[in-house]
């Protein structure tokens, strides 16, 4: 059997963000009931506190990039049953327990442009209700009956953990090596992306070649996202200083830009300002541009989108199993919409 | 069929010390495996500061009643099998997460008599070691291959978190209800008391009734434990002024004891005293013998106690399904054991 061609990448293709409309509309019916799935499950008789912080999180308005991936795979696979929706509402839950505790951890102070719940309500809340809302998920999961599916979500769950803790301990470090790095974005995000389009197809029971073709897609977009994420920190690829940027700068954390413009200091003056701004955060006012100086004129901002768009193109390829239709075209083009924030 | 008479309570049997001993030895093979899994699966390639947070805790010796109650269920049901191992392990793992996770939101600073983990390292570890650690226990449960376990077990964890954030919500509230700290310290204590015990009858397969004896058995024996932990914050029954004692007073914890006191005091003197106390936690330094003399005069301690024996007395009852045998005994026992404490 002769593969369909994969999708190629539009080069004059309708704009990115109408991509991911066309994706969303694609499963909006499925998503309503994922989201009154969401509401219902957030709830606690006897401890109120734990909607309230659910709901200023949840209905902040994320995109529900992952739960949408789960819905988007399991229709892919032609699946016509009902435990996607549970599953997308798990991976859902999962995502905002992580981000109930990287708020405490990272001691942010908004998130999706509201005050974080660490910040209205106390690190204490956020880290019990992030830990019911990890339950929480669970249980749903096993309502969805499938032992491999609960081995891809607790796998994915453990290596979350594990990325986060790396991202501690790699914090300040510039010996951080490039594979230390891209371990820890593994963790951090793309393995829930992996778990959650593999489980649509696993739900689905479609042929292992499309499940892993699934997870693959996941897995490539889940790394062009976070290392968009790691760029945009810099203002992306050209460097435009905006609002946001600098939050890694000023807590010292060793993403992409950062390696590879510290591998590239062209001499000793360079490399003693890498140490004392990120190891030793010791920072002034003038050093956030000076930084993104070093980092343009290394080269290491563009091979860093560089990396990005090398991702996003595996998570294009991945998708050659399936034949071609609207929702193949959808994530495909969800892709360019991922990259695009570069832009 | 006629049941077996449930196991008399001990007038002048051995003291209770030894019946846990006894306990321990009848399941002394099966923890040293449980131990070894441990120890392999605390392990993280590439986080070394998750198996060194953990063996921190895991090494400090606890008792390590919660998988001795699975693995004493298990074999009290004739189990043969490997899997009760699996489940012993997650059982600690899961309880290991929530210690990691309440030295964090009590501020704690001694646990098992050493320093805890987010004294020695940080809140930020103890979270994330914390979430990798309930997510190790949802893998190894995973592999014991049985969805009925792994209910039970998503269960109890909700209910786990849903207690402790009700605690957070209850606390320096003096109109917290009796129900409502019985359902408190069910979450926070028993659910995991009552699962680790279920789950042992399950996977052995046991008789439906003999599966909610154990549950039954180990969710009284939760009870009488939190009960017994938070009268010795008073000192006991005899509220003999020792070391540890006070810590809940001073964090204005409504427990049983505060609960009865205040319902029972007997003029506004006492009301206003224990509404600054204990409300608004303004404290000096004869506050907690005053309080101690408030409990004492009123019966609450008293009363505190005899709750705990009469859930001891139901933790006994429940094992009457299964025949006599050295680890009915021992089970039965060890109900002595939790009590004893008080003495």
Known sequence: MTAPAAPA????????????????????????RVNHLIA????????PRIPEITRHLVEAGGKRLRPILTLAAARLCGYEGEHHVLLAATVEFIHTATLLHDDVVDESAQRRGRPTANLL?????????????????FQLMVEADSLRVLAILADASAVIAEGEVMQL??????STGEDAYLRMIHGKTAALFAAASEVGGVIAEAEESRIEALRAYGQALGMAFQIVDDLLDYGGSSAALGKNVGDDFREGKVTLPVLLAAAAAPDDAARDFWVRVIERREQGEDDLPHALELMRASGALAETEARARAYAEEARAALAP????PLREALADVVDFVVSRLN
């Open 169 to 174: 301990a790699t914090a300040n470090d510039l």
């Open 121 to 137: 309500w106390d690190n204490k809340s956020s880290v019990l209700v992030g830990d019911f809302l990890f339950s929480r998920s």
């Open 322 to 325: 399936f034949p071609a239709s």
């Open 9 to 32: 990448r539009s080069q004059a293709g309708p704009a990115p963000q109408d991509a991911f409309s066309r994706l969303q509309a694609l499963v909006a019916e499925d998503m309503g």
């Open 40 to 47: 219902t499950r957030m709830a606690s008789e006897h401890a």
